[in-house]
Structure formats: C-alpha cells, structure tokens
Nanobody
Framework: QVQLVESGGGLVQAGSSLRLSCAAS????????MAWFRQAPGKEREFVAA????????YYADSVKGRFTISRDNAKNTVYLQMNSLKPEDTAVYSC???????????????????WGQGTQVTVSS
C-alpha cells in the first residue's frame, strides 16, 4: 500500500510559479511510473504529466507543455511538479498518482493509476 501526500499549492498571480511535491510512504515508488492530474470545479479530472520510474521519459498534456516540468527523486520517494507561467485556467486541485506496474510505461487515464493523494489546491488569479 502506498500513501501519497501532496504539498506546495497556494494562491498566486498569473505568471507566477509554484512547485508541488508528492511524498510517498508505505512503499518505495522508485520502480513505478508516477503522474500528476488536476480537477477544476465542475470539470472532469484531467491528465497533466507523467514520468517513468527512472525519470528517463516524461509526457505532458498539451495545455502545460513548455510551462510545467515533472521530476522525481527516488532517494526521497518524492515526485515534483514545477509549474511556471501559471494561468488562471490552471486553477484546480492537483493530485499525484502512482502506477502499480513496476517499470511500466507512461499512461494518461486516471483509471490506470492505483494510488492517489488527497490533492493540493492551486489557484491562479488574473
């Protein structure tokens, strides 16, 4: 069983940056792909970014490509999401997710991830 706890959210102005963290406990995540998703009020959960177990490959939603960067520190059992040039449309609850397939490839559907954090609120004002 994996427990995921996100942190780093907040209220910022458009154009600002935030760095989200996702700390895992209960089991090492070093062998598993990880991802970030977000959900805005009244909208479905959407994929943001994913990273392979070793950080060798990443994949981003078109809406965040070039602005967001996903990374991981397996020694710290933590995944990060660096968000730059934030826009009001980035406002959402951001959640990290852990796959349960060791050394698996990247996936973008929420139903394909086994473990989830509770989320952290990111609000971007215009």
């Amino acid at each position: 069983q994996v427990q995921l706890v996100e942190s780093g959210g907040g209220l910022v102005q458009a154009g600002s940056s935030l760095r989200l963290s996702c700390a895992a406990s209960g089991r090492t995540i070093s062998s598993y792909p990880m991802a970030w998703f977000r959900q805005a009020p009244g909208k479905e959960r959407e994929f943001v970014a994913a990273i392979t177990w070793d950080g060798g490959s990443t994949y981003y939603a078109d809406s965040v490509k070039g602005r967001f960067t996903i990374s991981r520190d397996n020694a710290k059992n933590t995944v990060y999401l660096q968000m730059n040039s934030l826009k009001p449309e980035d406002t959402a609850v951001y959640s990290c997710a852990a796959d349960n397939r060791p050394f698996g490839g990247l996936r973008v559907r929420p139903t394909e991830y086994e473990y989830w954090g509770q989320g952290t609120q990111v609000t971007v004002s215009s």
